[in-house]
């Protein structure tokens, strides 16, 4: 899921490099205005960083890497779970050249925000309800919507000649699927420390953020795509190089996944994917919501 | 190594790198037979770890091969090697997962799909033996260093290998539990391989002697005599 | 060697230049000037070469259903894609095989990055391979144990719960690390001070290169 350099658009790796780092800013700055603690989350990124090195087999012979976002927000709290993801992320990109350095904002963006927040307020909402549940739910939905949002950021950029819809599709549906096993694997990895170490998991809602950071973030996580389309617009108006003309309007679906078309009909393609992730982003957030207070 | 008939190790030519690339140990031949006891003796660093995980079968060799009574472990065969091959690690905490001591004794017997009164008997019986039962409802995180291996080494044993293998048994261990366990070593009827880096665990415990030398190979082998010869250990530096 | 500051913006510079175009004249220069620095670096271009020929290749099959149209525009497409990120891959790992990661972290502090963020990137990367090597022996001992073959489910599960343990200890060793930081203190050195000659004619090697990428 890592972006390498050369697929994204400038105008679109600048806007999550700036949404980025706000997020990233904020969660160092809420830290350390809590009793910072550096070695925690230092060593829990190298954890992560090990883990994300195993493969996983799935059934057809190859196989799958366990991400962990949604587990270092469950484990951690979203903001130093936040921290800890976007560390591994610097770390893959500047030592293993994974994940490029231009793309490392919209990396970190999928990674360490999209599905360590996500993560975090699913498992938030439904533990009280369930805790297997609220894991798996975390962990398949957490991974899912930040493929979805490589999707996006990449099928945006007129560099990348695919549609917005295929690279969605693709995404999504790969992740949707392969998420199945971080879902499992979460849950597992969350209901062995319930049972042995429960306070771990416990004294993480002092690191929630409040009520307004809270609605920032997700609005920002929300209006992000339209954020990304925006700037994707101002690219394509730049004057030293005109991309689009270069590339043409001509999409090649290679791909029709198991979903039929995430566009509403009779608009702007690329508006029609925007409003339904945002839909849909907004659906699990509310759902999320919902359950947190009348659960 | 002459004396038996049956091989229950027989390694050719193997060696092992670690993912970083770092050597484990190279150029290791060795047979061991049937109901014999091998020490591997050497300095921090010389292999003698990742040597035993390759011989017990739970890491494969980058070169040559490894048989356990005549079987090469691979996928396919882990059922029949299992069965077979018991490993002790040489931190408890990396073994020890399960809830509460008995649940560890239990974790064997389970898979192999005992009988209840069969699980029960055992777990009396092993219980019993390593003098485990005042512990025996405690999470095994919250015991003694000392306690942890026995019950380890009892979660091992409980499942009957025919082969035993043991990193550093006696590592960070003292007094009563250290006499324990080499105790309940020593009663052991099957082929025994340990690591140590105690020449005094090797001298009581084995009858035979792997030196292995800081350039990752095997230095010296034969008779437990041998680790009488110090300059030979003082090479190897172990002394 | 370079001040690393330098080099990291530099790197930064020369895959801009790289992906912000389609121009095969522009993506061509950066693409030189990234093996030019490649071969002055000490490194050499065939290790280089040896490394990113697997992704490139990979980037490459992507896009490549898109010549099905037969079109020579799409070909070129492909191409300069393929292009592009070969050389955004060539110009980070001149970077890598050069520079030590703790030089990259003095730089990041020499850059005024939070000093929060740096010393706990760098507390990461040093732990990196001491927890793998305890991952390894947690799922060791956890493989160690299993007497069944188990399906693909049973795989994750456990696996699942092996990474449970490994959590529980990583959080207990973070707390001694704690303990040992506070001990004896944490300090991350940031790069200063003033440029080699060295430093110099990479900067003037830059700045060409933007001018010539500008000019054509």
């Known amino acids: 899921m890592h ?45 992560i960083f090990a883990v994300q090195m195993l493969n996983w087999p799935i059934p057809g012979g190859t196989s799958a890497h366990f991400v962990g976002g949604a587990l270092a927000g469950i484990l951690l709290g979203p903001y130093a779970g936040c921290l800890a993801m976007t560390l591994v992320l610097v770390i893959q990109g500047l030592v293993f050249a994974d994940g490029g350095l231009t793309a490392l904002g919209a990396n970190i963006w999928n990674m360490a925000v999209v599905n360590v927040f996500v993560g975090y307020y699913i498992y938030r909402a439904l533990e009280r309800t369930n805790k297997s549940v609220a894991a798996f739910a975390a962990g398949w939905l957490g991974i899912t919507m930040a493929a979805i949002f490589t999707g996006m950021e990449v099928g945006l950029s007129s560099s990348f000649k695919y549609s917005l819809t295929t690279a969605v599709t693709v995404m999504g549906t790969w992740h949707g699927i392969l998420g199945i096993i971080e879902g499992i694997i979460t849950t597992s990895v969350v209901t062995y420390i319930a049972s042995m170490r429960p306070d771990l998991l416990e004294g993480r809602a002092e690191t929630a953020p409040g009520k307004m950071a809270y609605a920032a973030i997700t609005v920002m996580i929300v209006l992000s795509p ?20 270069m ?18 009909p009779g608009l702007d393609p690329y508006i029609g994917t925007i409003i339904s992730a945002v839909t849909g982003v907004a659906i699990v957030m509310g759902i999320g919501y919902g359950m947190r207070r009348y659960a | 190594m002459i004396g038996s008939t049956i091989n229950a190790i027989e390694a050719e030519n193997i060696s092992y790198i670690y993912p970083d690339g770092t050597t484990g140990f190279r150029d290791v031949s060795l047979k ?12 921090n660093g010389s292999g003698k770890s990742s040597l035993l995980m390759v011989l017990s079968g739970l890491l494969k060799p980058k070169t040559g091969y490894v048989r356990i009574y005549g079987i090469e472990p691979n996928k396919k065969n882990v059922e029949t090697i299992r069965r077979m091959v018991g490993v002790v690690f040489q931190d408890p905490d990396d073994f020890l997962f399960n809830p509460t001591v008995r649940d560890e004794l239990m974790y064997a017997p389970l898979q192999l799909s005992w009988s209840t009164e069969e699980i029960e008997k055992a777990v009396k019986e092993y219980s019993e033996i390593f003098n485990l039962h005042e512990i025996l409802h405690k999470p095994p995180f919250r015991l003694s260093g000392g306690e ?13 290998p025919k082969i035993l293998f043991l990193d550093e048994p006696t590592a960070n261990i003292d007094g009563k539990a250290k006499r324990k366990i080499m105790e309940l070593l020593n009663d052991f009827n099957g082929t025994l391989v340990l690591t140590s880096h105690e020449l005094e665990v090797a001298r009581k415990l084995c009858g035979k002697a792997i030196v292995m030398s800081m350039d990752r190979k095997i230095m010296a082998e034969g008779d437990i005599g041998l680790l009488d010869d110090e300059g030979l250990l003082e090479d190897a530096g172990v002394l | 060697m370079i001040d690393a500051r330098i080099k990291l913006l530099g790197t930064f510079l020369l895959i801009v230049l790289a992906v912000s175009t389609f121009d095969p004249m522009k993506v061509g220069v950066i693409f030189v000037s990234s093996l030019i620095l490649a071969a002055f670096s000490r490194i050499g271009i065939k290790k280089v070469l040896k490394r990113i020929w697997l992704f490139t290749l990979f980037s490459f099959i992507i896009v490549l259903p898109l010549t099905l149209s037969f079109r020579v525009e799409d070909l ?25 990661f703790n030089d990259i972290v003095y730089a990041m502090r020499g850059l005024k990055f939070p000093k929060g963020f740096v010393s706990t990137l760098w507390l990461a990367y040093r732990y990196i391979i001491l927890m793998f090597t305890e991952l390894m022996r947690v799922m060791l001992a956890r493989e160690s144990r299993r007497m069944t073959k188990g399906s693909h489910m049973d795989l994750w599960r456990k696996g699942g719960e092996s990474l449970g343990l490994f959590f529980i200890r990583t959080f207990e060793r973070a707390e001694r690390v704690q303990l040992a930081m506070r001990a004896r203190g944490e300090k991350v050195v940031a790069i200063k001070g003033s440029f080699t000659r060295l430093d110099k004619i990479y900067i003037l090697f830059m700045a060409a290169v933007t001018l010539w990428w500008m000019a054509i």
């Open chain 1, 226 to 245: 339209l954020f990304a389309y925006t700037a994707e617009l101002v690219g394509y108006s730049e004057p030293l190089e005109n991309v689009a003309e």
């Open chain 2, 148 to 160: 942890k291996k026995k019950v380890e080494i009892a979660s091992v044993m409980i499942a009957k």
């Open chain 1, 3 to 47: 972006i390498p350099d050369g697929f994204l658009d400038l105008s679109i790796a600048a806007i999550f490099y700036l949404m980025t780092m706000s997020v990233v800013g904020f969660s160092l700055l809420k830290m350390s205005k809590q009793k910072f603690n550096g070695a925690l989350i230092g060593i829990v990124a190298a954890a």
């Open chain 3, 76 to 100: 070129l497409y492909v191409l300069l894609f393929t292009l592009r990120v070969a050389t955004s891959l060539i110009a980070i790992q001149v970077l890598i095989l050069s520079t030590p």
């Open chain 1, 247 to 264: 590339l043409g309007a001509e999409e090649h679906p290679i791909y029709e996944g198991l979903l039929p078309d995430y566009t509403v």
């Open chain 2, 32 to 43: 061991i037979g049937e109901g014999e006891r091998v020490a591997i003796i050497g300095a």
